[in-house]
């Protein structure tokens, strides 16, 4: 049974806190923000693996605030970068076990490293998959079986949206954990090979801000052109609602 949630232009978004995520059977763990809704439209298996998230997490305040108007309830944002902070510290009570999917082998190394100076009691194992749009059954097959070989508790994905959500969509039933989770750039900051916006701003809900202005040419598209497609549709939906 999944956990409630709040109905944002069709998609159930998590409106409660992270220990309400169940942790004891398999549980994929996805995340919505403006800029992925509007993918989504355009992207028929990129919606069917959000709507078949056990957990879409709030993961940008263009949800926070599509919530406010259009079931009138707040809501927190959650990040990615917040669960996955949060199942690194219930490993560590556990002496648990993580499997990282994706990326570099640099990235990687530095997760490792990063993890076994915070995270002493966590074991960690990882695999970077061949840089490709899609990957072929042999390929699938190879990454399914370092998964349960290392048998993880919680498997992190990180192969950028929406290809990392589409792949576990299409692969978890194979996969042998109980938490699947795309978290997607979390990967680099941890690692420290892209930097995260400061506290300051992601506390001020100016994260997005930050990340604009460190990385204009790759992030204006998003900000600027794609988010404001579901803040149109969130008055639509909100006047529909009036009429």
Same mark, same amino acid.
């Given at each position: 049974?999944?956990?409630?949630?709040?109905?944002?232009?069709g998609y159930?978004?998590?409106?409660g806190?992270?220990?309400?995520i169940?942790?004891?059977?398999?549980?994929?763990?996805?995340?919505?923000?403006?800029?992925? +809704?509007?993918?989504?439209?355009?992207?028929?298996?990129?919606?069917?693996?959000?709507?078949? #998230?056990?957990?879409?997490? !709030?993961?940008?305040v263009?949800m926070v605030i599509?919530? =406010?108007?259009?079931?009138?309830?707040?809501?927190?944002?959650?990040?990615?970068y917040?669960?996955f902070?949060?199942?690194l510290?219930y490993?560590?009570?556990?002496?648990g076990?993580c499997?990282f999917?994706g990326?570099t082998?640099?990235?990687?190394?530095?997760?490792?490293?990063?993890?076994?100076?915070?995270?002493?009691?966590?074991?960690?194992?990882?695999?970077? !998959? !061949? +840089?490709? $749009?899609?990957?072929s059954?042999?390929?699938n097959?190879?990454?399914q079986?370092?998964?349960?070989?290392?048998? !993880?508790?919680?498997?992190?994905?990180?192969?950028?949206?929406?290809?990392?959500?589409k792949?576990?969509?299409d692969?978890?039933?194979?996969?042998n954990?109980?938490?699947?989770c795309?978290?997607g750039?979390?990967?680099?900051?941890?690692?420290?090979? #892209?930097?995260r916006?400061?506290?300051?701003?992601?506390?001020?809900?100016l994260e997005?801000?930050?990340?604009l202005?460190?990385e $204009?040419? =790759?992030?204006?598209?998003?900000?600027?052109?794609?988010?404001?497609v579901f803040?149109i549709?969130?008055?639509r939906q909100?006047?529909?609602?009036?009429a």
């Amino acid at each position: 049974m999944k956990p409630s949630g709040v109905n944002i232009l069709g998609y159930s978004v998590f409106d409660g806190e992270l220990n309400r995520i169940p942790l004891d059977r398999k549980t994929v763990i996805n995340t919505l923000n403006g800029h992925s +809704y509007t993918v989504a439209k355009k992207d028929q298996l990129f919606s069917n693996a959000l709507h078949e #998230s056990d957990i879409l997490l !709030p993961d940008g305040v263009s949800m926070v605030i599509g919530a =406010r108007v259009l079931c009138g309830k707040k809501i927190k944002k959650i990040a990615g970068y917040d669960l996955f902070l949060f199942l690194l510290n219930y490993l560590e009570s556990q002496n648990g076990r993580c499997f990282f999917l994706g990326s570099t082998e640099a990235t990687l190394h530095g997760i490792k490293s990063r993890i076994a100076k915070e995270f002493p009691d966590v074991r960690v194992g990882s695999f970077s !998959p !061949p +840089y490709k $749009p899609v990957f072929s059954s042999e390929e699938n097959l190879i990454m399914q079986n370092k998964v349960n070989d290392f048998r !993880p508790k919680v498997l992190f994905v990180g192969m950028t949206a929406p290809k990392q959500e589409k792949w576990v969509c299409d692969n978890k039933d194979q996969l042998n954990v109980d938490i699947i989770c795309s978290i997607g750039a979390v990967f680099d900051f941890y690692a420290g090979t #892209s930097k995260r916006p400061s506290n300051l701003l992601i506390n001020l809900k100016l994260e997005w801000l930050g990340r604009l202005l460190k990385e $204009p040419k =790759r992030m204006w598209r998003r900000y600027l052109l794609s988010t404001p497609v579901f803040f149109i549709d969130v008055i639509r939906q909100k006047a529909m609602f009036k009429a």
